[in-house]
């Protein structure tokens, strides 16, 4: 896996930026497979210990307010899960109205003009065509990819 900043986060920097994403997987109500399994990836990449991610996997049952995640959270920390933020919302393959708002509330916390927050969400776009590409390329579609893993386990 690449660097990134969250690398570098405090402790406490890390644990709101998961509970920012936890918050935005639970903006419209519903949680998916994919939204799950990206915020799994995002403790494992923040380093969050097994039993602070139990306690924080109980957030999803919850409606979390942001201003009460961000207010001892570090400019940085709060731009990079508004970041990750638009990818989670991004994972079941569209944006939900309440998701947008959670993403544009979030920006104004930490000073994103619309212009900008635009741009994040064709940044985002622009990623799941760059995996569609690869997936094209070589030859892998859902499909294939399913029996290859059925196929394996027998």
């Known amino acids: ?10 402790e406490g920097d890390r644990e709101g930026y998961v509970r920012i994403l936890i918050a935005m997987a ?5 949680l998916v ?6 915020i799994e990836a995002a403790m494992g990449r923040a380093l969050i210990p097994p039993g602070k991610r139990d306690l924080l996997r109980q957030e ?3 409606n ?6 961000i207010e001892n959270m570090s400019e940085v920390a ?8 638009t990818i989670i919302g991004a994972c079941d393959g ?22 900008d927050l635009n741009w994040l969400f064709q940044w985002v776009d622009h990623g ?4 569609q590409d690869s997936r094209e390329w070589l030859n892998l579609d859902n499909e294939n990819i399913e029996n290859a893993v059925v196929e394996g386990n027998e």
Request: aromatic fraction near 8%; glycine fraction near 4%.
């Open 1 to 10: 896996m690449l660097p990134d900043a969250i690398d570098f986060l405090e």
């Open 26 to 30: 639970g903006a419209d109500g519903t």
């Open 33 to 38: 497979r994919e939204e799950t399994a990206a």
């Open 60 to 62: 999803l049952k919850i």
């Open 64 to 69: 979390l307010a942001i201003d009460e995640i």
């Open 78 to 85: 709060i731009r990079l899960a508004l970041r990750d933020a």
């Open 94 to 115: 569209e944006f939900q109205e309440e998701e947008i708002n959670f993403l544009r509330e979030l920006a104004k916390r930490c000073e994103v003009d619309n212009e």
């Open 128 to 131: 799941w065509s760059w995996l």
